[in-house]
């Protein structure tokens, strides 16, 4: 589930961590870099279990009205196609999930507050008076499970609220997590019961091993590559460096000698982009020289060698 470009941030957010602490114990640090990744796979787990307690909630709140003396059959039937939404169905019986969320622990029993109030916003929209007002195709049903996931959960001050106190390695995480549910959910289809498959925690076993080795390159070869920087920083100035452009190029000599399958150019833009979220307004400047004149250098020594078809990202 977890790809590259998020496995990089995990890199970059523990070896800061690292450099920042006087310790430096590398297998506590190297723990606490599992422990981010498996809180990313867990905030996967949680909102999909999100969605399904608003699917409760809504099965909740009919039997609720049914059960007045005075019954206000409107009131009731408009929640009716949220309850009985095809694609949540499926992933209330999908086992995998059901198992996975059981053995992780995921529960919202806690915020039931946070789900009442975005699925009073949800039943009050004009999206879903639209998503009502037809026939659901399976299409269109999909289009408002993205609409919950963008437009009510990625807005929602409350569930940002939640992710910040439920974890410190979930604040960056909630975009790209919430991209993987959608797209989870964009891959069921219609005629399995279970909808599809849910992801596990990494995307395939090589990024698993990507992970690791980026991470423990980088910090075995520190003094080398630094070696690399400080050759090239002549018309820099060094005082106005940012500590963060220095851990980002070591990242990206690491990855772009040690990872052959991965071509140049993707290390180089990975890294480019990731000093726009986490460094000064003119770091991507400073960072693409840099990388530029170091990657040909070692490129020219045959220390960079990039071999097979390079398609990996």
């Known amino acids: 589930m977890i790809g590259r470009h998020l496995l ?31 809180k990313s796979y867990q905030l996967y787990l949680s909102t999909l279990q999100f969605l399904l307690e608003l699917k409760q909630f809504s099965e909740h709140r009919i039997l609720q009205i049914q059960s007045r003396v005075i019954k206000d059959e409107e009131e009731w039937k408009r929640l009716v196609p949220f309850a009985e939404n095809k694609i949540l169905n499926q992933l209330e019986n999908n086992k995998t999930l059901q198992t996975t969320i059981r053995n992780e622990k995921i529960s919202w029993h806690e915020h039931q507050d946070i789900v009442k109030e975005l699925f ?15 026939e659901p195709s399976y299409y269109n049903t999909k289009k408002f499970i993205k609409y919950i996931l963008y437009s009510v959960i990625l807005q ?43 992801l596990g925690k990494f995307h395939d076993a090589d990024a698993q091993v990507f992970v690791e080795q980026l991470f423990s390159h980088t910090l075995k070869n520190w003094d080398e590559y630094s070696v690399y920087i400080t050759e090239r920083l002549k018309n820099w100035d060094h005082d106005r460096m940012a500590e963060i452009d220095i851990i980002l190029l070591q990242i990206a000599i690491a990855e772009a000698i040690h990872f052959h399958e991965i071509p140049v150019r993707v290390t180089l833009n990975e890294y480019i982009e990731l000093s726009k979220l986490y460094s000064t307004d003119k770091s991507n400047i400073f960072i693409n020289g840099i990388l530029h004149s170091i990657f040909d250098d070692l490129q020219e020594q045959k220390i960079i060698v990039k071999k097979g078809r390079g398609l990996l990202q």
Not at 18 to 28: G, P, V
Not at 159 to 184: C, G, H, L, R, Y
Request: proline fraction near 1%.
């Open 8 to 38: 990089r941030i995990k890199v970059f957010q523990t070896i800061y961590a690292y450099r920042k602490n006087d310790e430096r114990d590398f297998k506590a640090v190297y723990s606490e870099l599992q422990t981010s990744i498996h």
């Open 120 to 134: 009073t916003y949800i039943i009050e929209s004009e999206q879903y008076k639209k998503f009502c007002a037809h």
């Open 156 to 198: 929602s001050e409350s569930f940002f609220w939640f992710i910040e106190e439920s974890s410190i390695f979930w604040n960056d995480d909630v975009d790209q997590i919430v991209a993987m549910v959608f797209k989870t959910l964009n891959n069921f289809t219609e005629k399995n019961p279970e909808g599809g498959e849910i």
